[in-house]
């Protein structure tokens, strides 16, 4: 990946260097999860009426058509509960700014993302183009994955599930972690699953999060 001369400079990586501090301070201990996000800056993926130096602060910011750009934390926190390894073929439900996907990308995966939203989809395929971020995006209905390019080792939901889709389980391969917070639109509960054998998986919880909902049309629904 690469961006444009002038998008980052010595102020912008102080203040990263300082935000990784304050994540490793918050648990995050995941040094892979911290250096790749300590390589890309976050301020490029936000609208620039917003000020720059606040991309830093452990916050969300709107980022259109309703959606926003994950708290910090959130992106450290689902990362390193995924185990990203390199090569991992992994999925991504929400593609949003396109943040998420630069830090799995930055990890040495090879990633898929999935974007409902037609005007964010847009924007952001031309901004990764822009900046040569490997990843494929697709624009379409994140609850029924990717059945062409499946199995993934690893799927990451960055949008609030009411439920765990079936769709997603079942293109998860054999000894691969899903990551998706499922609850109510106000908060979810961020919970790891991991397929054990074909029909066997393990499932476990990690706190609870808020995300802006993932928009669904026709639904399988699985109960584990």
Not at 32 to 40: G, Q
Not at 90 to 116: D, H, N, W
Not at 185 to 200: A, F, G, N, Y
Request: glycine share 8%.
């Amino acid at each position: 990946m690469g961006f444009k001369e002038g998008v980052d400079n010595f102020k912008y990586q102080g203040l990263r260097k300082k935000l990784i501090r304050e994540l490793a301070e918050k648990g995050i201990q995941d040094q892979d999860v911290l250096a790749a996000m300590d390589s890309i800056p976050r301020h490029a993926f936000m609208d620039k009426a917003f000020d720059t130096y606040a991309a830093y602060n452990d916050i969300a910011f709107p980022i259109g058509d309703g959606q926003t750009i994950s708290h910090p934390y959130t992106v450290a926190r689902q990362t390193e509960l995924l185990q990203v390894k390199k090569r991992d073929v992994v999925l991504e439900i929400g593609t949003g700014s396109g943040y998420q996907t630069c830090v799995l990308v930055a990890m040495g995966a090879k990633v898929f993302s999935i974007e409902r939203q037609k005007g964010l989809y847009d924007k952001t395929k031309f901004f990764l183009h822009d900046i040569d971020c490997s990843a494929r995006l697709f624009h379409g209905d994140g609850y029924l994955g990717l059945p062409l390019f499946a199995p993934f080792d690893k799927i990451i939901v960055t949008a609030g599930a009411p439920h765990i889709p079936e769709p997603l389980l079942s293109q998860l391969k054999v000894g691969g972690i899903l990551v998706i917070p499922v609850g109510p639109s106000d908060k979810q509960v961020m919970i790891v699953i991991k397929r054990l054998t074909e029909k066997h998986y393990e499932q476990s919880e990690h706190g609870l999060f808020s995300f802006v909902p993932l928009l669904e049309n026709k639904v399988v629904k699985k109960t584990l």
